[in-house]
């Protein structure tokens, strides 16, 4: 993983010695405009996700039994692995300047908002769509592991709603903030469909926007090198600050089973209803708008068209593979950790904390490393090194959507895999099992609800990314967002209402029902499990 | 429990043969078609469209050429030049279609771009005679904005007016870095304001919904409604009055004259169908091509064919005065007045 990273770094450091004008132009007035544009909307992106993120996590914690919870969480889980692009979409067609809501105002006689969807405001409104569930999620898992002990005392203490949440709820979440803050700055710092899609203006273009366009429109690869050095630079200084800030390194923490409903006056109740409700809305009607605009679309045609079926066919298979070399590649890194991290094997040896952090720095790897930056090496070494570009396409894609699922992965694998070492591995060695023996007897079932998870995550995103193949993307290789991105461009709108249903049909289905599918047979392996032991 | 996992060790063990099999057939090329000859032109989509004149002239063409014709489109006009400079020696493209007379001389400097050679004393351009030997133009227009009459009662009549309009009278535009009318707007208001262009910008700035890539996603925009006035040509109204049988849509005349566009076409070096390519080029000023032109493209025929331009394109606005920067000097100015441009919009 560093090997890719130093290999990149090298040729774009290359490419710049050849190109010694590009830095000399990137450090324009213009530059500085990008980059306090791109800071703005990235601080303000975190803030309100953060913000609005730990209000909903805060009432869903305390409203532990209304109908339907379970799948208002996992939807807010699939938050993430949403097409950014489809949501996009369905944020248009609910808040554009002739979309639902308008509509209901013009019905209803009020007058109607003016556009805000194009431009600052809409990027961070689609960031924090996606961002505040990605919050609340990981929120709410810590609060619900609050000690029921805990806030029976804080209530028969008779704290207020704000004492408690200051005394209890923040600080149960004060090791996880500072990470997950960071880790969403730098993805809304790095932002690119949304930002492509809902800029409105050169105006707010974030730094991969930037070198997009410079390779794309201009054709300046000198500017669009400058560009991803300059950007490499700033989100590494980030990255290794917040290595430093992050205690608690789970990005995703596992549900909890704590259903103890506090009893509360009914005013902070209906508080916290509305909160859920509201934001269950937010989230709900892009979804139902890109479900409704889908539903028009042609699908017959659309099963005809010639570049539909490529872009599906080539979409699934790239998803699949990515999905196989992150489950292959996490799986060796997190063995790795375990190796690295824990006392019975070799957490005492000398070399091995600057190794952890090294692996630690290599799994969040994309953060500083994001889908153009790496598309412009690839680009770069495929100019200079030759060979069918397709090839070279795929190869680019898989090494992104890997980098891009693997920071998730590991964050949920590393910990489980420890926790195996710690459990098993007296009782391996004891029985003399080794390696792959080890691996299918032990971890294969032990940590199968993790592997199921990281799967349909990679497979997720893999199939809903918009970012090297931005770059790539020609008439012999499309993908499904390439294909959306095309015809959304070309006003083929009730085509591209149909392809975002289906990406979004496939995502959803994907990630809400394979852990399913998969958990009753696992519950049934380890029952078996349990009576052999 | 045992056997459990080595059915699952073979199925995965199956599940990767599977994949590298279908990694294989995604990496085989799709276009390694029996033709005897494919001529490849890259255009932007608007042209290469169902609707547009591709699907046309590749028939016409095809039944004299013995040739298979493939339009590949692009996002945008520019971006058809940039993909080429960017798939470089490896780029399929014979002929590049597309590009206008301010694009022209950037496109010359890459030096991508061979004659064409053809005949074009059929020309009736505005212009007059044409003298480029590399760059052949096959249509014209007018950039103008296009408003719908039930929204817009009143539509301005000059940059002025429309500076004045209220901050909620929207307008979509396209990007000058990637769409020939992008460019044109900018060398319209440049032309008709000089020093002064950059402040037309910066009252326009609050009035500009979002700027798109290409042509088409502004016209999608605009037809839903997300915009009062577009940027296209004052050729657009025709295809909503002529196909669409709908009289709403007209385009806004503006007292300081419209830029004139003149699109052309120019065959890629690297072609190794260059005599096919010079066929095709004058196979463009034909009276085929050039009757499909109006009523696909929505603009100007380049010549004057025995049939006439359409009816409809009579009761057009036809503009006064005409503006047009000779293309040399556009080239000498384009990325200072497209950085000014940026950062202007940027403030």
């Known amino acids: 993983m560093a090997a890719v990273f130093l290999l990149l770094a090298a040729t774009l450091l290359y490419q710049l010695a050849t190109h010694p004008d590009s830095l000399a132009l990137s450090l324009g007035p213009r530059f500085t405009r990008t980059l306090y544009w791109t800071t703005v909307q990235a601080t303000l992106s975190t803030v309100l996700s953060v913000l609005v993120g730990t209000l909903l996590a805060w009432a869903l914690s305390y409203r532990t039994r209304f109908v339907g919870r379970g799948i208002y969480i996992a939807l807010l889980s699939s938050a993430m692995v949403l097409p950014t692009l489809v949501i996009a979409l369905g944020i248009v067609t609910v808040l554009g300047r002739s979309g639902w809501i308008n509509e209901a105002l013009q019905w209803l006689e009020f007058s109607p908002f003016d556009p805000f969807i194009f431009g600052l405001s809409g990027i961070v409104l689609a960031h924090v769509y996606f961002n505040a569930s990605y919050v609340a999620r990981t929120l709410l898992g810590r609060f619900e592991s609050i000690p029921v002990e805990q806030r029976k005392l804080a209530r028969s203490l008779g704290l207020n709603a704000w004492q408690r949440f200051k005394m209890i709820e923040l600080p149960s979440v004060s090791g996880t903030l500072p990470g997950v803050s960071i880790t969403i700055f730098l993805l809304c710092f790095t932002s690119f469909s949304i930002v492509l899609m809902l800029g409105g203006s050169p105006k707010y273009n974030t730094l991969e926007v930037s070198i997009y366009e410079a390779i794309k429109l201009d054709f300046d690869l000198g500017r669009a090198l400058g560009l991803a050095l300059t950007q490499l630079g700033i989100c590494a200084v980030l990255i290794i600050l917040a290595s430093r800030l992050r205690k608690d390194n789970r990005l995703i923490s596992a549900p909890s089973a704590n259903q103890y409903q506090i009893k509360d006056s009914t005013m902070l109740a209906g508080i916290q209803h509305m909160i859920i409700v509201l934001f269950g809305l937010i989230f709900l009607l892009p979804l139902i708008a890109v479900i409704t605009d889908g539903m028009n679309a042609n699908f017959i045609k659309l099963a005809g068209d010639k570049n539909f079926l490529r872009a599906l066919s080539t979409s699934l298979i790239i998803a699949l593979l990515s999905t196989l070399l992150v489950l292959f590649s996490s799986v060796l890194i997190a063995i790795a950790y375990a190796t690295l991290a824990t006392q019975q094997r070799l957490a005492n040896n000398r070399f091995s904390q600057p190794l952890l952090k090294l692996l630690r720095f290599s799994s969040t790897l994309y953060l500083a490393v994001p889908s153009l930056v790496l598309g412009l090496g690839f680009f770069l070494l495929a100019r200079s090194v030759g060979g069918s570009q397709t090839l070279w396409a795929v190869f680019a894609l898989l090494t992104s959507n890997v980098l891009m699922v693997l920071p998730f992965a590991i964050a949920a694998l590393a910990p489980a895999m420890v926790k195996s070492a710690n459990r098993y591995d007296k009782l391996a060695f004891s029985l003399g099992l080794k390696r792959w023996s080890r691996w299918r007897l032990i971890e294969s079932s032990l940590v199968k609800p993790e592997l199921i998870y990281i799967a349909s995550l990679a497979f997720c995103m893999s199939l809903g990314d918009l970012g090297v193949i931005a770059l790539f993307g020609n008439q012999d290789f499309i993908t499904l967002p390439w294909l959306l991105f095309q015809k959304m461009g070309s006003y083929r709108t009730d085509e591209a209402a149909g392809i975002a249903l289906i990406m979004l049909a496939i995502t959803l289905a994907v990630f809400l029902l394979l852990p399913h599918l998969f958990a009753s047979k696992k519950a049934q392996t380890e029952k078996g499990y349990h009576a052999e032991a | ?347």
């Open chain 2, 1 to 347: 429990m045992f056997n459990t996992t080595l059915t699952n060790a073979t199925r995965f063990g199956r599940a990767v043969n599977l994949a590298t099999a279908l990694g294989l057939a995604i990496a085989v090329p799709a276009t390694a078609m029996a033709a005897d000859k494919t001529l490849t032109i890259y255009t932007y989509d608007a042209f290469a469209a169902d609707w547009g004149p591709a699907p046309g002239i590749e028939k016409a063409f095809e039944e004299t050429c013995e040739c298979d014709v493939q339009f590949i489109a692009t996002d945008s006009s520019i971006g058809a030049l940039r993909k080429v400079q960017l798939e470089g020696d490896q780029t399929k493209a014979d002929i590049v279609l597309g590009l206008d007379t301010n694009i022209a001389e950037a496109a010359r400097e890459t030096g991508l771009f061979i004659e064409h050679n053809a005949e074009v004393s059929s020309l009736t351009l505005p212009t007059g005679e044409w003298t480029d030997n590399t760059f052949l133009p096959f249509d014209y227009s007018y950039f103008a904005f296009v408003y719908n009459k039930d929204n817009v009662a009143e539509p301005p009549a000059s940059f002025e007016a429309l500076m004045a309009m209220p901050d909620d009278f929207k307008i979509v535009i396209q990007d000058p870095r990637s769409s020939t009318p992008g460019l044109g707007l900018l060398l319209w208001v440049q032309e008709a304001y000089g020093d002064k262009a950059m402040d037309v910008w910066k009252s326009l700035a609050p009035k500009i919904v979002t700027v798109t890539k290409g042509w088409s996603d502004a016209y999608g925009l605009f037809l839903k409604d997300e915009a009062d006035m577009v940027l296209s040509y004052t050729t657009s109204p025709a295809y909503h009055d002529i196909a669409e049988d709908d009289q709403r849509f007209a385009s806004a005349a503006f007292d300081e004259g419209h830029y004139l566009q003149i699109e052309v076409a120019a065959i890629v070096g690297s072609s190794k169908n260059k005599e096919l390519s010079q066929e095709f080029m004058q196979f463009m000023l034909s009276d085929t091509v050039q009757d499909i032109i109006p009523t696909t493209n929505w603009v100007y025929p380049a010549t004057t064919t025995a049939n006439g331009i359409p009816e409809g394109f009579k009761k057009l606005h036809l503009p006064e005065t005409s503006l047009l920067i000779d293309g040399v000097e556009v080239e000498k100015n384009r990325t200072a007045w497209i950085d000014q441009w940026v950062e202007t919009l940027g403030q």
